[in-house]
C-alpha cells in the first residue's frame, strides 16, 4: 500500500506533499500497469477530471500535462 495517494481537494501527496501524482507514485503506477498503459492512461483520465472538479482554478493543460503528461 502506497502512501503517495491523493489528498482531496487540492491533489497534493500524502507522502511527500508534491503535486500529485508525484514522482514516487508515478514510478508506482508505471509498476502497477506495467503491459497495461491503455489501462493505466483511462485511469489517470478519470483521475484528471476528477481533479479539474476540484482544482478549477488551475488551467487545463497544466492539468493535463500533469495527469497524463508523464504517459508518453
Do not use: I, K, N
Not at 29 to 38: C, K, Y
Request: hydrophobic fraction near 45%.
Amino acid at each position: 500500500m502506497t502512501t503517495h495517494g491523493p489528498v482531496l481537494p487540492l491533489w497534493s501527496c500524502g507522502g511527500c506533499g508534491a503535486p500529485w501524482p508525484c514522482g514516487t507514485r508515478r514510478r508506482e503506477l508505471r509498476a502497477e500497469f506495467v503491459g497495461a498503459r491503455v489501462s493505466l492512461a483511462l485511469y489517470m483520465g478519470a483521475q484528471l477530471v476528477r481533479a479539474s472538479a476540484d482544482l478549477h482554478w488551475v488551467p487545463g493543460g497544466v492539468l493535463h500535462r500533469r495527469f497524463l503528461g508523464w504517459l508518453r
